[in-house]
């Protein structure tokens, strides 16, 4: 059993055909499923606490984007983004206030998270 080659059936006079191999789709920076258990948990108890109301997520090439909004016609309150090319400098992880303020930066995400929990009151 040597190496077998894929049968082209070509044209008569045509330049002979290569199979054609797919290619690769394009690759986005997503959250993997830790990271937004751990954002989801922030959001959950927040939204129980009436502070947010919705929120989108955005995966481009070089980042994702969880944008947190006090309604749904809003600009976001607060942009939870992973930023892989920071992994080496900063931090791959950042929260940015409405106004373009990076409030938090680091490598570890509920380090980053922790300047949006909201400290315990005593009732």
Avoid: C, N
């Avoid at 690759?27 to 937004?36: K, P």
């Amino acid at each position: 059993m040597g190496d077998i080659e894929p049968i082209v059936l070509q044209r008569r006079g045509a330049s002979p055909v290569q199979p054609s191999t797919p290619s690769p789709a394009p690759l986005r920076v997503t959250f993997d499923r830790r990271e937004l258990d751990r954002i989801l948990d922030l959001y959950g108890r927040m939204v129980a606490q009436g502070e947010w109301r919705d929120y989108a997520i955005d995966f481009q090439r070089d980042k994702a984007v969880f944008s947190i909004l006090r309604r749904a016609m809003d600009v976001p309150l607060y942009r939870i983004e992973k930023d892989p090319r920071l992994a080496r400098k900063q931090g791959i992880y950042s929260v940015v206030s409405q106004t373009g303020l990076i409030l938090k930066r680091g490598h570890e995400l509920p380090r980053v998270l922790a300047v949006l929990e909201k400290p315990l009151r005593t009732i």
